[in-house]
């Protein structure tokens, strides 16, 4: 029994990584990879490459909230329940992105049946915060796993 309950959460997870590997064509595009999801805690990557820079050559705030974005998804729907969705972010940009990976870092702060708080981190490849975002989501009556 106790054998179970050990491979049970690495189940969960490889399941709501190749959901989201797989179905998230944008944060594919991105080339964002889940490398760590169990219930309330995600990180994952994203190369800093020419897709993911503004004008000036810095890391793009919108590919930074991307990264943010699905790494709430993955904390948030780990369990692999009824879909969380982001209905609310605030950002913080603190910092000019240089150099990659980035990395983002998703934590619970409460979660709710239906609502729940995250805070997500976005650091560079030398571990400097980039920036915050608070994301509060919603909780759905449609399955994570549902419709292809």
Known sequence: MAAEQETAP???????????????????????TILEAREGYAKASMPLDERHRNGVGLAHGGAMFALADIAFAAAA???LGNAMLNVST?????KAGKDG?????AKALSNGR???VYEVSVKDAHGTLLSQFQITGY??????????
């Open 10 to 32: 690495a189940a969960q997870k490889t399941d709501i990584k190749s959901h989201i590997e797989t179905r998230d064509t944008f944060g594919r595009h991105l080339g964002i």
């Open 90 to 94: 605030a950002a913080s940009y603190i």
């Open 101 to 105: 990976p980035l990395t983002a870092e």
């Open 77 to 79: 729907n780990a369990a």
């Open 139 to 148: 909780r759905t009556d449609a399955p994570m796993l549902g419709n292809k």
């Open 114 to 116: 239906r609502m729940a």
